[in-house]
């Protein structure tokens, strides 16, 4: 495998030997330490000396199950810190299968609307003007009609074009949707100012991942996937209903951040839920369940359909009905895939945005659950980079700026996703925590706390919460490293064969020596590596802190606020 | 009597009296434990994984009271 490089300054491209200590690292791994090693913590983001680092993980390319997942690595314009974003899609696969190992991203071009072709014969630079201000579903079409249609397509819409800080990178799909994104962080912003409009990979004629213990990784690889496939969650739960089976669950439980995190409970919640979504898709015609890149045995993502048979979406997750649904007091679902649809085309983190809305909410200018108005500002502001779309593009924490509202639910800048920390106080100690600012998926203690998934601690009360985020916290970040689906680890937290099969798929391939201890070593090394970069870049303490309204405001119906101590905060990174 | 709102979730829905809506069955029972309401409704136990009585968690056995609101997951995940 090679580092595969690009400098967009001066049109320059290389091919470079993976240095020693770069050798055992893949994902998130090798995107964080890429970025602690050349990039100074002080720069701004959008300037030149800003780089992207995609990086496939260990297991990507492979026949392992699940393992598509990529990862981007860059100083975020969102929250100023490390940024690791996470993808599904097909380019992870293909990167792994063109051997590239990461490919780097510096410099900037004086000329906008480059695209980097990547396939067997390297990597070269082209100009398409005519992509200029395209969504990412036009970027597609045309740019597989030039390049062959099995190309997979990473692209920026207009949101990066006008370097939105709420920016997303968006990866095509299966059915070579832009569907799935580097959502968070507003990576799509370093992108545009990059002038790169997109990548475009074709594994055509590629050698392939090559196996040192090929009879091993087959072993190891069935083990896993039987692992997964036993699970109540990963093997049926997550196919049937999609992500979006947690609103009921998170409304019930009292967890659901309702009107910009004033209740935990949305009371027409169901007319958003899973059990409704699934219905409507399967009566419109579409698809509840679907897998977002080859190999993948989840499942977990769908294709939705509008109310005359087509297609209007796809990838309705979760965090995107919550950010425009309960959030804004929306309940109207076709709307919330408009939305969906309408960021996905855009290139705009659809959580970023969702919150975005609600603290705009908080205005005059705008009621909660007005629809229609979050569709014009859409359709009318946002597309053409009006003064407002800019604005409302831009973040949660900018626009509580702008508009001179203190009740903005962000950390380090970014914004807190589905669920209330006052409800589910582990994950709210990871929001306040991680290296990423308020991440859901950088330490799920939704698992323990809620679904009853790797033991069970009560989510109301404060004790057990800060060794929960941390051990979560660690072995995301490792996880995050193999390119592995996240999923996967309902099922690892609830077997302990799971974690052995995952180290056997990675000796089998690189012919290593790991054990399970190396694992966690890993997931602290690359926690400890970020968390340096941070305080280079001047985050102390202070940051990792929920805005106080969550101490201050108790939370209905249980009436609770969020009540750990800050030192008690500060020992989840001791270790 | 007790009366109680019984709210089934993902594939426990179908499972409820035809008189419920959208997975939410209110009812008078005489029984006095959630175990009890699950045996009266039929509902299977192994499928059980979540049980929460207004909001909290709690196991199968736990006692009802008239007013309790009662939300039965069988085992589901996303993110």
Known sequence: MKIW???????????????????????????????????????????DENKLVFAPGLLSGTRAPSSGRISVGSVSPLTKGIKESNSGGTASQDLAKLGVKALIVEGSSEIDNLVLVIDKDGLRLEKDESLKGLGNYDVGDKLRNKYGDSVTVVSI?????????????????????????????????????KGLKAIVINDEGSSGVNLQNEDAFKEASRKFSKIILGHPVSGEALRTYGTAVL???????????????????????DKTS?????????????????????????????????????????????????????????????????????CDDIGLDTIETGVSFS????????????????????????????????????????????????????????????????AVKGVGVTYATSTQGADHTAGYSVT???????????????EGQVDLSRDLQVATAAIDTTGLCLFVAFAVLDNEDALPSIVDMINAQYGTELNVDDVSKLGKQILKIEREFNEKAGFTKAHDRLPKFFKSEKLPPHNVNFDLEDDKLDETYKF | MAKVEIRCFATLRDLLPFEAKNGVYKYETRKTTIEGIVEELSLPKDKLHLILKNGVRVELNEPIKDGDRIGLFPPIGGG
């Open chain 1, 5 to 47: 490089r690009v400098d967009l300054s001066n049109h320059k491209v290389a091919q470079e030997e993976v240095p020693e200590k770069y050798q055992p690292l893949g994902g998130r791994a090798l995107t964080s330490q890429v970025i602690y090693d050349e990039v100074d913590p002080t720069i701004h983001p959008l300037s």
């Open chain 1, 157 to 193: 819409g207009p949101a990066g074009e006008y370097k939105m800080t709420a920016a997303s990178i968006a990866v095509t799909d299966t059915d070579d949707r832009p569907v799935r994104a580097f959502g968070r962080g507003g990576l799509g912003a370093v992108m545009g100012a």
């Open chain 1, 247 to 269: 609103i009921n669950i998170l409304n019930e439980a009292g967890g659901l951040p309702t009107k910009n995190f004033r209740t935990g409970r949305f009371d027409t919640a």
């Open chain 1, 274 to 342: 899973g059990e409704t979504m699934t219905e409507t898709i399967k009566e419109r015609g579409g698809k509840p369940s679907h897998a977002c890149h080859p190999g993948c045995i989840m499942g977990c993502s769908n294709v939705y359909h509008d109310e005359n048979g087509e297609y209007l979406t796809a990838g309705l997750e979760y965090e995107t009905i919550w950010a425009f649904g309960a959030q804004c007091e929306i309940d109207d679902l076709d709307y919330i895939a408009y939305f969906d649809r309408y």
């Open chain 1, 359 to 422: 603290v705009y909410m908080e205005t005059d200018f705008m009621e909660f659950g007005d629809k229609e108005e979050v569709k014009r500002i859409f359709d009318e502001e946002i597309r053409s980079g009006t003064p407002l779309g800019q604005i409302i593009g831009s973040g949660a924490d900018n626009i509580g700026r702008v508009f001179g509202i203190d009740r903005v639910p962000t950390v380090k800048g970014q914004s807190i996703p589905a669920y209330d920390p006052r």
């Open chain 1, 448 to 462: 323990a706390n809620i679904l009853k998934v790797g033991g069970e601690i009560d989510p109301l009360k404060k």
